[in-house]
């Protein structure tokens, strides 16, 4: 009996113990701590548009990137924001030359007037428990594929530029 119970107690912690872990975030800007080069909080002004849902990070461009959750990659793609509450995104499979492909974005898009520096990935990752993470304002490190897994911590890309109204490098981490 006594075997049972302890076997029940080392279980039972077990699961809190993994569960607490789980539901912690790591702070996506490497070697930075937990809250630090904020920018915009959620509903702060950016300009004259208001943040409805992300941190807005500042780091030095090409400051790698970590995973703040274990999961699986639910989007990758190029975009660009003409407003802040608003992408555009490119299906343009991204590749390990980011010159070249902002290059091939705006010619393929002559129409408009895309300045490159702004155009980065967002990332989409969806933890175990279902909830969504997106990262934005990134260059690629890396070439993810939808359902792709990543751990914790893993390096999944580099510092870019967000948005043509915030003229440093800087990162937003929405969803949850």
Not at 108 to 129: A, H, R, V
Request: proline share 5%; hydrophobic share 35%; glycine share 6%.
């Amino acid at each position: 009996m006594k075997k049972v119970v302890l076997f029940f107690l080392l279980f039972a912690e077990f699961c809190v113990y993994g569960f607490a872990q789980e539901s912690i975030f790591l702070w996506p800007i490497s070697n930075n701590k937990s809250g630090e080069n904020i920018l915009y909080r959620p509903n702060d002004y950016i300009a004259d548009e208001i943040n409805r849902d992300a941190l807005i990070i500042f780091a030095e461009e090409n400051t790698p990137i970590v995973s703040p959750v274990s999961g699986q990659i639910t989007c990758f793609n190029y975009v660009y924001r003409k407003k802040y509450s608003s992408s555009i995104m490119f299906h343009l499979q991204p590749s390990s030359d980011y010159v070249f492909d902002c290059n091939e974005i705006t010619k393929y898009y002559p129409q408009e007037n895309y300045n490159p520096q702004y155009i980065s990935i967002t990332i989409g990752i969806k933890t175990l428990d279902g909830r969504q993470v997106y990262l934005s304002g990134s260059k690629p490190d890396k070439i993810f594929k939808t359902g792709e897994k990543v751990s914790q911590g893993d390096i999944i890309g580099k510092v870019g530029y967000l948005y043509h109204k915030i003229n440093k490098p800087c990162i937003s981490k929405g969803g949850y």
